[in-house]
C-alpha cells in the first residue's frame, strides 16, 4: 500500500515538471511557450515557441513581472531585433 502510494505521488510530481510555460505575446495575441529546460531570469537567453510565426525563437529576458495571475517576461527577441512582452500563466 505504501509503495502505492509513493509510486502516486512520484508520478504526479514527474508529470508536473512535463509541461511548458503557456502564454500570450501581448502585441500579436499569439500563443507562446516556454519549455520545459529554460531558467527564466533577467539577462538569461531562453528559447520561446512563437505560435504565430510556428517556430523556436532564441529571446534574452530584459525583466519579469508578476501581475495578478500572470507574469509579464520583457524579452529581446535576438533574430528580430525587437523587444516583445509576453504574458505568461502563473499556475
Not at 508529470?15 to 511548458?20: E, Q, V
Not at 525563437?57 to 529581446?76: F, N
Request: proline share 0%; net charge negative; hydrophobic share 35%.
Amino acid at each position: 500500500m505504501i509503495k502505492c502510494f509513493a509510486l502516486a505521488i512520484g508520478l504526479l510530481l514527474g508529470a508536473s515538471d512535463a509541461y511548458a510555460w503557456d502564454g500570450t505575446d501581448t502585441t500579436t495575441g499569439e500563443s507562446v511557450e516556454i519549455g520545459k529546460g529554460n531558467l527564466v531570469r533577467t539577462g538569461r537567453d531562453i528559447e520561446i515557441f512563437d505560435g504565430g510565426a510556428g517556430e523556436y525563437r532564441d529571446v534574452t529576458v530584459e525583466s519579469i513581472r508578476r501581475h495578478g495571475s500572470t507574469v509579464e517576461v520583457e524579452v529581446y527577441d535576438n533574430e528580430s531585433g525587437e523587444y516583445r512582452t509576453l504574458e505568461m500563466e502563473d499556475d
